[in-house]
């Protein structure tokens, strides 16, 4: 959530000094720099994860870092070199103008350098230090906040300030890191390993990449079609959306490496679906309260009124963005099968299928077709990865409470058709969420035991207090 968090701070910095054009050329970078993050880890964590919890071992723990972390910088540096000689060809073909090439290097360096420290955040996880690894986030986001009001408010840089304020704040958790790197690292590289280990990696790699440009490439169309502008409006408006995905995929790091930790037993498979009904019911509750104030959000935060609009593709963002967070949640079943083909074969096809909803709906609805094609592509991500998930490993998911706790939040938007001053809108939406509980609880959402162990805490805090 930190890293989302100076995004969501930055927003009136950003919307003061670029205008929606720049805000839409950084909006463009930023899927530059997860791509190559994601291409350059060859999706050796998600192979670590799976291997780790049965390391044996200081030393077996140090080959498995060693050969993964060692071939992830081979391939970042591979990237960077092959997208330094050639500045002119992908500042055109990624962003248009030929004169902005040494922002796409910039953004391609700080994608190898998230994934070199992506690797020892992700042992962290493992080791379940949350300490440490709130400790490593919060470093790089007080360390880009600070650099970014320096570099875009003080000293005029714009984009190229955005972009140095992420590369140094990179750095300065790599350097916090230096633990991590020192206790497991050793200059060792095992093809046995990796022949283990690049088979699910190189299958996830793809289908995290076509992930991304299935929750980023849309603004690459919204460029085709519309232009910058309007890529720097629904960028906002992502950004915002995106802080609940930011949420989301925190739950999902904890949720994923402490699902693999149970034995593949029955009572194991009860604790994953029990989990994931009640990550669903916290995430959405959560997200409803901020997808209801999201006009009144815009209009606080953004410092031009050319970017309010960017209010109206939140609400379908932060549902598509539900939906994303449940389908990383059903995806541990590929991770105990073993067998993530499946998965990546969803991802290109919803893909395909959000593409061509974009290229659809856009010249019709702009900003707000994309912003329902993203939606419906995350929900048909979610239909197709539960059903195959479910084929190769099944497990006991209480779909009829979770679909309760997505359908009762969906009928909550209606709220976004009150008007009125910005501060009673704002106090009614916000009252009707605390009222999401009480509404599953009337409708019997809880069971039994459930409800015991609620009447039981409240009554125990009251007495306590």
């Known amino acids: 959530m930190l890293a989302r968090l100076v ?12 205008a929606s054009q720049e805000y839409g050329v950084v909006s463009l970078l930023v899927l530059v720099t997860q791509v190559v993050s994601t291409v350059s880890s060859l999706g050796l964590l998600n192979s670590l994860f799976r291997l780790w919890p049965a390391a044996k071992g200081r030393a077996t723990q140090q080959r498995l870092f060693s050969s993964v972390v060692l071939t ?50 992700g042992i962290l996880r493992m080791e379940e ?26 000293l005029g840089l714009g984009v190229e300030g955005v972009l140095w304020a992420n590369f140094l704040g990179a750095l300065a958790t790599a350097v ?64 915002l959306a995106g802080t609940m995905n930011m949420l989301g995929q925190s739950l999902i790091s904890a949720f994923i490496p402490m699902g693999l930790k149970h ?11 029990k989990t994931f009904t009640y990550l669903t019911f916290a995430f959405v509750w959560i997200a409803l309260g901020f997808s209801l104030i999201s006009r009144e959000l815009i209009y606080v935060l953004a410092q031009r ?15 598509g963005f539900t939906f994303y967070t449940l389908t990383a949640a059903v995806e541990i079943g590929f991770y105990f099968s073993g067998i993530a083909r499946h998965n990546t074969g969803i991802i290109i096809g919803t893909l395909a299928m959000n593409i061509a909803l974009n290229l ?18 995350a929900a048909g991500r979610f239909a197709f990865s539960y059903h195959w998930a479910q084929r190769l490993y099944p497990l006991p998911y209480e779909v009829g409470r979770v679909a309760m706790i997505i359908g009762i939040a969906a009928l909550y938007h209606v709220t976004l058709l009150i008007s009125g001053p910005m501060w009673v809108t704002a106090t009614v939406k916000i009252a009707l969420t605390l009222t999401f509980p009480l ?8 069971t039994p035991f459930e409800r015991e162990r609620i009447r039981t805490t409240i009554s125990t805090y009251a007495f306590r207090k």
């Not at 010249?363 to 939606?375: E, Q, R």
């Open 7 to 18: 995004g969501f701070i930055l927003i009136p910095l950003y919307t003061n000094y670029l």
């Open 72 to 121: 992830q910088v081979v391939a970042g540096l591979a990237v960077t070199a092959l997208v330094a000689t050639l500045p002119t060809f992908w500042s055109k073909a990624l962003l248009g103008p030929t004169d902005w090439g040494h922002y796409v290097v910039l953004a391609v360096a700080i994608g190898a350098l998230d994934m070199i420290i992506t690797t020892p955040l």
């Open 263 to 273: 034995p593949k037993t029955a009572d194991g498979g009860r604790f994953v679906a």
């Open 439 to 446: 509404m599953l609880w009337s409708l019997r959402f809880f």
């Open 305 to 319: 009124p050319d970017y309010y609009d960017a209010w109206r593709v939140v609400p379908f963002l932060t549902l």
């Open 176 to 239: 916090i890191l230096l633990p991590v790197f020192l206790r497991y690292l050793r200059p060792t590289v095992e093809t046995s390993l990796l022949g283990e280990l690049l088979p699910f990696g190189l299958w996830y790699m793809v289908g995290v990449t076509a992930g991304l440009f299935w929750n980023m490439g849309d603004r690459y169309v919204l460029k085709f079609l519309v232009g910058l502008s309007a890529v720097g409006i629904y960028g906002l408006g992502h950004q």
């Open 129 to 154: 230090r949350p300490v440490a690894f709130v400790a490593a986030n919060l470093v790089r986001a007080v360390v880009s906040m600070g650099i970014a009001v320096w570099f875009v408010a003080g």
């Open 360 to 377: 659809l709906l856009i010249p019709y609805f702009g900003i707000l077709g994309s912003a329902l094609a993203a939606l419906l592509a």
